[in-house]
T-cell receptor
Framework: GAVVSQHPSWVICKSGTSVKIECRSL??????MFWYRQFPKQSLMLMAT?????????EQGVEKDKFLINHASLTLSTLTVTSAHPEDSSFYIC???????????FGEGSRLTVL | GENVEQHPSTLSVQEGDSAVIKCTYS??????FPWYKQELGKRPQLIID?????GEKKDQRIAVTLNKTAKHFSLHITETQPEDSAVYFC??????????????FGTGTLLAVQP
């Protein structure tokens, strides 16, 4: 299957700082990537759809100014958690598919802990 | 928007028994229904999927059934093994391409297979 890589796999930061998470499709081009957040023992909640070359589409209730998404190339999308707070601590997972109707492949996930 | 409900939230079976997990979706336009297995701290892995033009699909010990009229689909695991223990998520996707091509996940089922 296709490979989606995410970095870093885990990060600890102080409250008020910003953290950037990268998501790369290693062997295919992805015009669309998706960012999910997963709290412990909960489901994957879609945060936003990242569109190459245009603005991301955010789900209801997700603050676009807090979770900045940039999809500058067909193989890279970044999620920046700005002014992080302890309640932002979560498992963030990106995903992408080869085609609009194809299987969705997930990155390894990034565990963010905000102290 | 799409809403996916999943039951049960936890399921404990004896090794060798069958396990069934059920999901319902709200958007009649949904056309793709994957099932993911997620082990603790890891990314979701696709185990089987079904499209709306098919009523049933089987892959060795795993099968999925879809009832479009009732808008529900089920995962069936036969001859369960301890290594099947994990959290299972169903998902539904609406449309082709662009922002509508997003997966909405169910709430998850923690499956425990007792040896």
């Amino acid at each position: 299957g296709a490979v989606v890589s995410q970095h870093p796999s885990w990060v600890i930061c102080k409250s008020g700082t910003s953290v950037k998470i990268e998501c790369r499709s290693l062997d295919f081009q992805a015009t669309t990537m998706f960012w999910y957040r997963q709290f412990p023992k909960q489901s994957l909640m879609l945060m936003a759809t990242s569109n190459e070359g245009s603005k991301a589409t955010y789900e209801q209730g997700v603050e676009k100014d807090k979770f900045l998404i940039n999809h500058a190339s067909l193989t890279l999308s970044t999620l920046t958690v700005t002014s992080a707070h302890p309640e932002d601590s979560s498992f963030y997972i990106c995903s992408a598919s080869r085609s609009s109707a194809g299987e969705l492949f997930f990155g390894e996930g990034s565990r963010l802990t905000v102290l | 928007g799409e809403n996916v409900e999943q039951h049960p939230s936890t399921l404990s079976v004896q090794e060798g028994d069958s396990a069934v997990i059920k999901c319902t979706y709200s958007d009649s336009a949904s056309n793709y229904f994957p099932w993911y297995k997620q082990e603790l701290g890891k990314r979701p892995q696709l185990i089987i999927d079904i499209r709306s033009n098919v009523g049933e699909k089987k892959d060795q010990r795993i099968a999925v059934t879809l009832n479009k009229t009732a808008k529900h689909f089920s995962l069936h695991i036969t001859e369960t093994q301890p290594e099947d223990s994990a959290v299972y998520f169903c998902a539904a996707r609406t449309g082709y391409g662009g922002a509508t091509n997003k997966l909405i996940f169910g709430t998850g089922t923690l499956l425990a297979v007792q040896p």
